[in-house]
């Protein structure tokens, strides 16, 4: 089927090139002409603006953008909305907040447009992988783009069914999902980032104390000086800690064990932030979710104020000096 693609980054430029690997007609913009050209030579078809992309899509027209979440990705749905007729379709495939996803579907709704959102997980391995699809929107939208989901979507592949699952269908299996009216789809998505945090934060905990086993601190006797890479290795094979960010850590340490091209500055989505959030608005604890989101803020600082505070009220109490630490 013929699909508008807005943004032609990491992930939009891969979900094009995965699209057209199997014939859909993708008509393309970045505000990078370049970047546009890049995809044209590729089979894409190319457009100059916003305008001309809507102007050569035929009815019912569907746009699928992939840009930052916030205001750049509300710009340009409103835009892209009073450009298009009812019947037509706008996705939004980023990682935008599922507050703003009902907000302008009920918008787009009085002009009878569809607005569908999809939360994407595959990162920069999607184009070969597949992506995880966790779509919000009506039947008759998310119908309409399936040919799309299919694509995008990982597939049934060689992964065995789930036992107790014969009686059930759907797509699940083939790794997307509709998951409700407009919104639930960045819902789940922003819940799968949250788990992603802790998950994250408990495999970089675990690797630290392996690391530090070999202190001096310790009694000599109890000393390990662990190979991370081989543990990483044999962990993938039959442990149940085995996962893709399992598999991601292993092939980090293969390449440099000690990680000396990162200084642990780490960012975080805002999904994070938004897990947290609805936490505290549905009363459910979050214990490990919100350690892991403070810990990604933690790494941005050298020490914070609490920090210096903790350790004058441990002087006030009991003399304990600061020792100085290496650089």
């Given at each position: 089927?013929?699909?508008?693609?807005?943004?032609?980054?990491?992930?939009?430029?891969?979900?094009?090139?995965?699209?057209?690997?199997?014939?859909?007609?993708?008509?393309?913009?970045?505000?990078?002409?370049?970047?546009?050209?890049?995809?044209?030579?590729?089979?894409?078809?190319?457009?100059?603006?916003?305008?001309?992309?809507?102007?050569?899509?035929?009815?019912?027209?569907?746009?699928?953008?992939?840009?930052?979440?916030?205001?750049?990705?509300?710009?340009?749905?409103?835009?892209?909305?009073?450009?298009?007729?009812?019947?037509?379709?706008?996705?939004?495939?980023?990682?935008?907040?599922?507050?703003?996803?009902?907000?302008?579907?009920?918008?787009?709704?009085?002009?009878?447009?569809?607005?569908?959102?999809?939360?994407?997980?595959?990162?920069?391995?999607?184009?070969?992988?597949?992506?995880?699809?966790?779509?919000?929107?009506?039947?008759?939208?998310?119908?309409?783009?399936?040919?799309?989901?299919?694509?995008?979507?990982?597939?049934?592949?060689?992964?065995?069914?789930?036992?107790?699952?014969?009686?059930?269908?759907?797509?699940?299996?083939?790794?997307?999902?509709?998951?409700?009216?407009?919104?639930?789809?960045?819902?789940?998505?922003?819940?799968?980032?949250?788990?992603?945090?802790?998950?994250?934060?408990?495999?970089?905990?675990?690797?630290?104390?392996?690391?530090?086993?070999?202190?001096?601190?310790?009694?000599?006797?109890?000393?390990?000086?662990?190979?991370?890479?081989?543990?990483?290795?044999?962990?993938?094979?039959g442990s149940v800690v085995g996962s893709w960010l399992l598999d991601l850590t292993a092939m980090a340490l293969a390449e440099d064990a000690d990680l000396s091209a990162y200084t642990g500055f780490v960012e975080d989505s805002g999904e994070g932030r938004w897990t947290i959030q609805t936490a505290i608005e549905e009363a459910v604890p979050a214990d490990v979710l919100s350690a892991a989101l403070?810990?990604?803020?933690?790494?941005?600082?050298?020490?914070?104020?609490?920090?210096?505070?903790?350790?004058?009220?441990?002087?006030?109490?009991?003399?304990?000096?600061?020792?100085?630490?290496?650089?």
């Amino acid at each position: 089927m013929q699909l508008g693609m807005v943004g032609l980054g990491r992930m939009g430029g891969n979900m094009t090139l995965r699209c057209l690997a199997s014939e859909h007609q993708m008509v393309v913009y970045d505000q990078h002409p370049g970047t546009v050209d890049s995809y044209v030579v590729q089979g894409a078809t190319g457009a100059t603006s916003i305008a001309d992309l809507i102007h050569q899509l035929s009815p019912p027209k569907a746009v699928w953008i992939m840009l930052p979440a916030g205001h750049v990705t509300e710009t340009a749905v409103m835009a892209i909305s009073q450009q298009l007729q009812a019947g037509d379709i706008i996705i939004d495939g980023g990682n935008s907040m599922f507050k703003d996803d009902v907000r302008r579907a009920k918008t787009l709704r009085a002009a009878g447009i569809h607005y569908v959102d999809v939360g994407t997980s595959g990162g920069v391995w999607g184009v070969e992988r597949g992506y995880c699809l966790m779509i919000g929107g009506s039947v008759e939208a998310v119908t309409h783009l399936d040919p799309i989901f299919k694509t995008l979507a990982p597939g049934v592949g060689d992964i065995p069914p789930t036992p107790g699952r014969e009686a059930m269908s759907g797509t699940a299996e083939a790794g997307y999902l509709h998951c409700g009216p407009p919104g639930a789809g960045h819902f789940v998505k922003m819940i799968h980032n949250g788990i992603e945090y802790g998950l994250m934060q408990a495999y970089a905990e675990g690797f630290d104390i392996l690391r530090q086993a070999n202190s001096n601190a310790l009694p000599e006797a109890q000393r390990f000086d662990f190979n991370l890479a081989d543990i990483a290795e044999v962990w993938r094979r039959g442990s149940v800690v085995g996962s893709w960010l399992l598999d991601l850590t292993a092939m980090a340490l293969a390449e440099d064990a000690d990680l000396s091209a990162y200084t642990g500055f780490v960012e975080d989505s805002g999904e994070g932030r938004w897990t947290i959030q609805t936490a505290i608005e549905e009363a459910v604890p979050a214990d490990v979710l919100s350690a892991a989101l403070y810990t990604r803020f933690r790494s941005r600082q050298e020490h914070t104020y609490a920090e210096k505070l903790l350790s004058a009220m441990r002087y006030k109490f009991g003399g304990h000096v600061e020792q100085p630490t290496e650089d």
